[in-house]
């Protein structure tokens, strides 16, 4: 084993098996809020350098081997995490680790035909959770497309209510607008939580202004959203038909929900075999052998007329070059999928419309878990999402019990600067909070606010 130094944690002890995209991306998250972490990889080169690097103990081995957790601590392990690039390896970690151990596990499972068994699975091998990158990817992906003038589309309270992400055009009724005006004249059922201007990211009170050019996340039930952005000028149908280039695990999910939606699909991928497994698995879409990065092949295709175009395949460059080009030649709906995190400030300028990023997605409902299992108190954390390059953090809380924030009116509590209530969901009913309203036992109430760590609801005091 590599040891790094130790210091003593107030955190959870952690083991990570999987040094690949999304075990460094929780490892990276994980270790900044205070867990103990371990990690178990093959190869022994990368676990000296992660370890280094982050500051934390190191194992080189088969994750799914007895002594190498045992090694690794698993004993005296609170959480076993595998995101190896193998389901079944992944699997058998876990089921390694409930034999040896006692300590909650979850697994990144990407296969098809495991997907569909989830919960059998996490029922009978005792798993906490299961997460999908790539069908969580195209669930963000297909909600884009359903509401094709946002720029991010997140899911909240079982998908009664989302957090849409705009950007402000030119000329556009909100320019010079003050947030107080727009509740009270344009829409009171919608609550801008976050905007970023010019690089900065402001959570908004309601003298702020809004300019042309801002970037907007307001949270509000799908049906409110639909009629707020129409009001302010925005066209929101949903878009008829899609081209997708690259035949993947994220085409396969996103096609399917998207036939079901009723668009229509063209995919076009290199892999002749891979061509005709899609045909049999999506018999409604068609399903194109050829290079996606022709531009004669995509113009023959009707890149030029299509209402949205998704670059999937598996290199962030073409996915890049792919999107560019067809914003060039088309008026399309794009949506670009990037599992590399380096040079991040550098595509943050590029336009590339929608970006979605399985790791990140992935990481984040771990983190989630992570907070809430850390949360020995009264509210648990039941979604999160990092906005803004991780600035702002989404955090919906069930509250458990009374506590100081509930039963108060939310004028009256000594709220924490830079943070919002954005949103109470109560017995299914979205509410957008006024002060006047209060937080009550049985509530899920969403947080949108720049400090980060949030565990309890309680945090959001003072």
Known sequence: MFKAKNPIHPGLSIIIVGCGKVGTTLIEQLSKEGHDITI???NAMKVQEIASMYDIMGCAGNGASYNVQIEAGIKEADLIIAVTNSDELNLLCCTMAAQVGNCAAIARVRTPEYSSEVNYLREKLG?????????EASK???R???LPTALEVNSFAHGQAELIKFKVPKDNLLHDTAIAYLGKNISSDILICAVERNGEVYIPSGNFKICSGDIISFAATRKVAKGFLEKIGFKTNHVKDIMIIGGGRAAYYLSKQLLQMGISVKIIEIDKDRCEELSILLPKAIIIHGDGTDQDLLKEEGIEYVESFVALTGMDEENILLTMYARQVSQAKVITKINRLTFKSVINTLDLGSVVYPRYIASEAIIAYVRAKRNSMGSNIETLYHMFDHRVEAIEFRVYEDSKVTNIPLMDLPLKKDLLVSFINRNGKILIP???DSIHVGDTV???TTHTGFKDIRDILK
């Open 144 to 146: 884009i497309l359903y």
């Open 434 to 436: 006024s002060g006047q």
């Open 446 to 448: 969403m947080i949108v």
């Open 40 to 42: 178990i990889d093959k």
């Open 127 to 135: 798993l906490a959770l299961i997460i999908n990158p790539e069908l």
């Open 140 to 142: 963000e992906a297909a």
